[in-house]
């Protein structure tokens, strides 16, 4: 009866370290992904701060390069059930501004975002992927940070100025489209690989003029 309650503890024990080491969503910790899980769900339990998703992605792509426990992310939806993701510390405090409100903050933000689009470039060079497909991958991070900042913002007459100077400029409220780059770089008189090249070099850089503002 003694050693059956024993096995029974050691066993209980067992299960509970695993379930902990598995589900709990801390920093410094490896975590599944379970069902109905987002990147941002996952960064607000663990930084309480759900703009904080950058890190978890960039922590993971680090944790990739040397364990194949791990599969690179390529944008806050590209998880899945059962992928095992690294959630890295938090930020030293002095560079948490919690989240984001005012422009500056927003704005620091979306640098984070685009910052990280040429490291990931560099990582789908070694995983071997193709020009085109790389160029649209940057396009579309650059993009998705571009409409969650706006999102943001707590102005929304300035984010319907931004979004009518887009549609006159570009014909869509949001931006550039692929597409739209793509001409544009060709009609120069690029070649589709500089095309390519090209969109990706404008996806990971930022605004000068705009970050001068929040200096």
């Known amino acids: ?37 987002w990147l941002s769900k996952i960064s607000e339990k663990a930084y309480d701060n759900p703009h904080l998703y950058y890190r978890i992605i960039k922590g993971t792509n680090e944790k990739a390069a040397s364990d194949n426990t791990f599969k690179p992310i390529s944008s806050a939806n590209d998880i899945q059930i059962g992928q095992v993701i690294w959630i890295p510390s938090p930020p030293a405090p002095k560079n948490l501004t919690g989240i984001p409100k005012t422009n500056c903050e927003i704005r620091l933000w979306y640098n984070f975002q685009i910052v990280a689009v040429g490291v990931l470039n560099e990582k789908w060079k070694q995983d071997g992927i193709d020009l085109a497909t790389r160029a649209k991958k940057a396009y579309e991070l650059r993009h998705e940070a571009r409409v969650n900042a706006r ?14 100077r887009d549609q006159e400029k570009y014909g869509n409220p949001d931006g550039p489209t692929f597409e739209y780059l793509l001409k544009k770089n060709t009609d120069k008189g690029l070649t589709l690989e500089k095309a390519y090249q090209s969109i990706i070099d404008s ?6 003029r705009y970050n ?3 200096q």
């Not at 709990?24 to 599944?32: G, V």
């Not at 999102?151 to 929304?156: E, R």
């Not at 996806?203 to 000068?208: C, E, I, K, N, W």
């Open 1 to 37: 009866m003694v050693n059956s309650k024993i096995n029974f503890i050691t066993t209980f024990l067992f299960v509970w370290l695993l379930a902990t080491s598995t589900f709990a969503q801390m920093p410094n910790t490896s975590y599944t992904i379970q069902e109905n899980d």
């Open 151 to 164: 999102f943001m913002m707590q102005n929304k007459e300035e984010v319907q100025a931004l979004q009518a």
């Open 203 to 208: 996806s990971s850089r930022t605004d000068t």
């Open 212 to 214: 001068a503002d929040c």
